[in-house]
């Protein structure tokens, strides 16, 4: 029998890819477009052929971020790295001139 506030195993295993679930489909969309982003404006090419690589970077990026949330083994590892790595694109983003 579980005790309050404890989750049993099969719960628990149902969260843990509920949650990886999640940093994979929106969270990789996040990461990838603000790393397209990213590589768009960084790129020392004309504006539309930085927007075709950057383009073209999230779409690389984003099965990368899918395949990487199920296949490391902390989730905890996964929410710090793949935030921190959607908030290095996002400042690289701001300090190109980009803004909403």
Known sequence: MALAG?????????LNVALRA??????????????????????????????MGGTLCGLLLWPVVFIAAFGVSSLRRLVLVAGACMGAFALMVLVAGWRP
Request: proline residues 8%.
């Open 6 to 14: 404890n989750l049993s195993p099969a719960v628990q295993a149902r």
């Open 22 to 51: 999640l940093v994979a489909g929106p969270g990789g969309y996040g990461l990838a477009s603000l790393g397209g982003m990213a590589l768009g404006l960084w790129l020392p090419l004309s504006r539309a052929d930085g927007a």
